[in-house]
């Protein structure tokens, strides 16, 4: 017999896509700025030919890719994603392409934590990761009241022992 499990449907922030568009031009602004490094060292030392050519192509390539990540993906990510905690389950579910549902018995739940980068920290906005046995998954770029109330929520349904209880702090 199988189980009837509604769908995910609360939505992670819209300033997510602020956050993974920061946090993509960094690193991307640094690959790309490597790589005019080496093109023009390239050139400025008269560099085989063959070695200009790989880099050209490596710079456009790289181009390429920090358009998709910078530009695209973000929006993609945020307009995907969705999770949904009860009693029973912690889904997420997010992809276009290759949609990706993830469903955690409860039971299974050892641990669940909150985090903060400096780019979350700027939008108010928190990780919630959940953690298994075997693995962990993260929900992004939740608000501060939601983070700390779904942490809370997972922690009750799991039975995860929290800060205070028995002098364990798992969560």
Not at 3 to 8: M, N, Q, R, V
Not at 86 to 106: C, N, S, W
Not at 134 to 140: A, E, L, V
Not at 152 to 159: G, L, Y
Request: proline fraction near 3%; charged fraction near 20%; glycine fraction near 6%.
């Amino acid at each position: 017999m199988y189980l009837k499990i509604k769908e995910p449907t609360k939505q992670i922030s819209a300033d997510s896509v602020r956050v993974w568009r920061l946090s993509n031009l960094l690193g991307y602004g640094i690959a790309l700025c490597i790589a005019g490094v080496f093109l023009f060292a390239a050139n400025y030392y008269d560099w085989k030919t063959w070695i200009f050519t790989i880099l050209t192509i490596i710079t456009v390539l790289l181009l390429a890719l920090a358009v998709w990540s910078v530009g695209i993906k973000p929006i993609y990510l945020q307009k995907t994603w969705r999770y949904e905690i009860d009693e029973q389950f912690a889904q997420l579910k997010y992809g276009r392409f290759t949609v990706k549902h993830i469903v955690i018995p409860m039971e299974k739940v050892e641990y669940v934590s909150t985090n903060q980068g400096p780019f979350l920290r700027k939008y108010g906005l928190y990780n919630v990761e959940i953690g298994t046995t075997t693995s962990d998954h993260t929900i992004p770029a939740i608000h501060h009241d939601e983070a700390y109330a779904l942490r809370e929520q997972i922690a009750t349904f799991a039975k995860v022992k929290l800060d205070g209880e028995n002098g364990v702090e798992e969560a």
